[in-house]
């Protein structure tokens, strides 16, 4: 009995915790609490590692003084936002490495990474994407699917993704191939990291050796993505994996399935709930190794 009124005020915390982090449009699409701008000092070297999620699929990640974004989307879109950036690309003082999972324009956005440029070190992606960084003039490697590279202290392998939608779209002038997109498995000091990029489900994703710590969870419910379910099921097979929430809340596109994913449906689907972590664009999430079972939010801080 004591037990399970335990559970039940536990599920309440989850509830009002959830709901107080996401809002709605007036056509229904769910968007996150307001961006929280940050500046230069979040490049400084700290004895942890901090991601910030940028707004859609783009990430940022300063590991013990190694700056790292992906996929990042700061200018330049051609849809409307429902969100502000939290950094723009002239406030950024320095960054290690920029990796693109592909080069679709929601990851790989050419005026950000030209804007960067000035401050970036190295630019990181697939052979494909490469080739158009190239011609863009950017420092940039392309990499195989079977590559891991070292940026500073973290470890990156690429991981396998399956998003060639243009050749079933039409109108594109050359056929895309499996290789032309990946996901990005990081190794840091304090865990590890994986950012799927944009996929159809993959049944190696139920696999990853070693388990992650921290997944870019991507839970839009459309064909060329991982879907709604195959979600959960990847989820739940990291059970103590954290799931920061991406590819959603950030394109005005209510009736685009790729853009308008709702938290809510995630609601008694997650094995441990508490992992569910709806950032504000811009948010910490502090990833600690000495104390790796109490990862926190800037909110659960407080
Ligand atoms: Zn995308």
């Not at 979040?42 to 300063?62: D, K, P, Q």
């Not at 790729?258 to 950032?279: K, M, T, W, Y």
Request: proline share 6%.
């Amino acid at each position: 009995m004591r037990i399970s009124r335990f559970i039940v005020i536990l599920g309440l915390i989850y509830a009002s915790h959830s709901t107080a982090q996401i809002r709605y449009t007036e056509k229904g699409q769910a968007y996150p609490q307001a961006t929280r701008h940050f500046d230069g000092k979040a490049f400084e070297s700290s004895n942890h590692t901090v991601i910030r999620w940028l707004g859609n699929a783009g990430f940022f990640i300063n590991s013990r003084g190694t700056c790292i974004m992906v996929d990042p989307l700061l200018v330049g879109f051609d849809m409307p936002l429902l969100i502000e950036p939290p950094i723009l690309p002239d406030e950024v003082p320095s960054l290690d490495a920029v990796l693109i999972t592909h080069g679709d324009n929601d990851h790989f956005s050419k005026l950000t990474c030209k804007q960067l440029s000035a401050v970036c070190k190295a630019f990181h992606s697939t052979a494909y994407v490469d080739s158009l960084m190239k011609d863009m003039r950017l420092p940039s490697f392309g990499h195989s699917l079977k590559d891991t590279f070292q940026i500073e202290d973290i470890t990156v392998s690429l991981t396998p993704a399956w998003h060639t939608w243009q050749n079933e779209f039409g109108g594109f002038d050359r056929t895309f191939r499996r290789e032309d997109y990946c996901g990005f498995l990081m190794r840091t000091a304090d865990g590890l990291i994986w950012a799927p990029g944009d996929s159809r489900f993959l049944p190696e994703f139920l696999h990853l050796r070693p388990n992650p710590d921290v997944i870019f969870f991507d839970f839009s419910d459309d064909s060329w993505h991982i879907g709604l379910e195959n979600a959960i099921k990847i989820a739940n097979a990291y059970p103590n994996a954290h799931l920061l929430l991406s590819h959603w809340g950030t394109v005005d596109a209510p009736e685009m399935k790729p853009f308008n994913a709702d938290p809510e449906d995630l609601r008694g689907r997650i094995v441990n709930p508490g992992r569910i972590h709806i950032l504000a664009p811009g948010e910490e999430f502090w990833l600690n190794t000495a104390k790796k079972q109490e990862i926190v939010t800037e909110k659960d801080k407080l």
